[in-house]
């Protein structure tokens, strides 16, 4: 089980503002200056709120070229940075002590803080920030709209049994980093990401992924609206554990849950960062606006 802490919604927009200053005071001189905690405010509470939370190992500059979008939507937009991320030091070995309820109170704070920013607020992230989303639309009846973008419920093409096998495995290893692209290691882009992974951080992630998993199939989300969207050819994680978890939510017969597969892209994860050169924002950028529906009449 992870602990989440109770809902803390701020009171007004003044005060949203004030807690997003607390946030980003904690990007000190450690933090790379693209990666630190981002809100692009219209000076006033919006229609909507939009929080964006980043992948395992990236930073908040991974949407830097899709949050102003967002922004011109009329949306208030806030891009946290997560504990342990975007160091200028890329080869950190501080992610090692990341854990699931880090990501948890980080993901309940920003949605308390959008409440201030906007009357109804939107959540979407990648990866881990997929599942963070995936959390908050389990937990969270104050989110209005959660887009989980590759999810990674489940390791490569593995089922969950085994990536709950390999979790317990790593878990009970000592700490050890891989990269993720061994051919060019640390010259790895995107270089919004740390080149390599910690296993005890990974397997941290996977415990959000197993709460999200476990819970869907027990109680109905709260989120008003959810929306999946995926690679079908992405390498990274299992697509149909996230129909799995749809269905799930679905049987509850209390919440809309959107399953979108997109078509034409090459076999890659990050599909939002366009410092990835697999990525085709042009093409996915639309469809993630379109799964948010946030269009202002």
């Known amino acids: 089980m992870i602990a989440h802490p109770a809902p803390n919604r701020a009171a007004s927009y003044e005060e949203a503002i004030a807690r997003v200053r607390a946030v980003a005071a904690l990007d000190d001189a450690r933090i790379a200056p693209s990666a630190h905690t981002a809100l692009l405010d219209h000076g006033v509470k919006r229609p909507w709120a939009v929080v964006l939370f980043h ?15 967002l922004f011109a939507l009329e949306a208030n937009v ?5 504990t342990y991320h975007g ?31 906007g009357e109804r607020v939107a959540v979407l992230g990648i990866s881990m920030g ?10 969270r009846q104050d989110v209005s709209t959660s887009v ?19 979790a317990w495995t790593f878990n009970h290893l000592p700490n050890f980093f891989l990269w993720w692209d061994p051919r060019v290691r640390a010259k790895m882009r995107p270089h919004t990401a740390y080149p390599r992974f910690s296993t005890h951080a990974l397997m941290q992630v996977q415990r959000l992924a197993d709460a999200v998993h476990t819970a869907a199939k027990k109680k109905p989300p709260q989120a008003g609206r959810i929306a999946a969207v995926v690679n079908r050819f992405d390498p990274a994680v299992n697509n149909g554990v ?4 749809l269905g799930d939510w679905l049987a509850h017969g209390e919440v809309g849950a959107e399953y979108h597969e997109l078509l034409g892209l ?30 202002t009449p």
Do not use: K, W
Not at 153 to 164: E, K, W
Not at 242 to 245: F, G, K, Y
Not at 268 to 276: A, C, S
């Open 55 to 69: 992948g395992f190992t990236n930073h908040p500059g991974q949407f830097v070229e899709f949050a102003p979008q």
């Open 78 to 82: 806030y891009v946290p940075r997560m």
């Open 87 to 117: 160091y200028a030091d890329r080869m950190s070995r501080d992610i090692a002590a990341l854990r699931a309820e880090d990501l948890v109170a980080a993901a309940y704070e920003a949605v308390d803080i959008a409440g201030g920013l």
């Open 130 to 139: 997929g599942l963070q989303c995936a959390y908050l639309a389990q937990f």
């Open 148 to 166: 989980c973008v590759a999810p990674d419920f489940a390791l490569l093409q593995l089922s969950r049994g085994v990536t709950d096998m390999l």
């Open 242 to 245: 996230t129909r799995e978890v």
């Open 266 to 295: 090459p076999a890659n994860h990050d599909i939002i960062d366009p410092d990835n050169a697999l990525a085709r924002t042009a093409l996915v950028y639309p469809r993630l606006i379109e799964a948010l529906a946030i269009h």
